[in-house]
């Protein structure tokens, strides 16, 4: 693991996105996107940049279950607003939360990564350790699944609902085991209620109560943080 600590969400941001460009330049075809307020400043960059990705694919990590892409607190909602209006890909998927048959439309969506493996994935990290929707205790093995979502990201979510009991208490991830097959990974993080996570992710066992310590084992993860997520290290 490569750490690499900025000022700010801003400076992380343009760093990620450096990372991200050396790449582009050197041919990669499909880059995992993640949702949540970490990545924000990232979108931003490459919203403002003069980079053309419509040759270029994307996927992205987790969908609520039972919210509609015109939601807008969808995970679809959130990356059209963010990036996706601006920079049309050539293909974007996200999981399908409406899916009558959410399983399938799991299987469907291991489908979709076999076609299009990840060069280039984006990660923000839970308070509690999870990455995607993958929270503590799941299995490292699995790949995309149905989920349910703990108390404490119901919780850290709501801020961006009107009440708690607004936030979906499902949602369709991609794995652990998906996301470790991404060829780089790099994952955001910022703020002082991410510091116990971070110091669990890089020092701590690697363990499934802590999802993001798999990361420990993977040839190729640059970590992006603030003083604050690096406070405890
Ligand atoms: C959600 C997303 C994760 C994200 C996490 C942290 O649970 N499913 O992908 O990393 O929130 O979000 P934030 O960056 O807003 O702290």
Redesign the pocket.
């Known amino acids: 693991m490569r750490l690499l600590r900025v000022k700010d969400q801003k400076e992380g941001g343009r760093l990620a996105f450096a990372l991200l460009k050396e790449k582009i330049d050197s041919g990669i075809q499909t880059i995992g996107l993640?949702?949540?307020?970490?990545?924000l400043s990232f979108y931003q960059e490459l919203v403002d940049s003069s980079i053309d990705f419509s040759k270029l694919t994307s996927i992205n990590?987790?969908e609520y279950v039972g919210l509609s892409p015109d939601n807008p607190q969808s995970y679809s909602y959130f990356m059209k607003e963010h990036l996706l209006e601006s920079k049309p890909f050539k293909e974007s998927f996200l999981p399908n939360g409406l899916a009558k048959d959410l399983l399938a439309e799991a299987s469907n969506y291991d489908r979709v990564l076999d076609e299009h493996p990840i060069d280039f994935q984006i990660?923000?990290?839970?308070r509690n350790g999870?990455?995607?929707?993958n929270e503590p205790g799941t299995s490292f093995e699995m790949t995309t699944h149905l989920v349910d979502l703990t108390e404490d990201?119901i919780q850290?979510?709501s801020r961006f609902f009107d009440k708690s009991d607004d936030v979906p208490r499902q949602?369709i991830s991609m794995g652990i085991a998906s996301i470790m097959t991404a060829k780089t990974i790099v994952l955001m993080a910022y703020g002082i209620e991410?510091a116990v996570a971070i110091k669990g992710m890089i020092y701590g066992p690697v363990t499934e109560d802590l999802p993001a310590s798999i990361l420990q084992k993977h040839p190729d993860v640059i970590v992006i943080l603030d003083e604050a997520a690096a406070s405890q290290l």
């Open positions: 993640a949702t949540g307020s970490s990545p990590l987790d990660l923000g990290i839970g999870h990455i995607g929707f990201t850290a979510n949602a991410k």
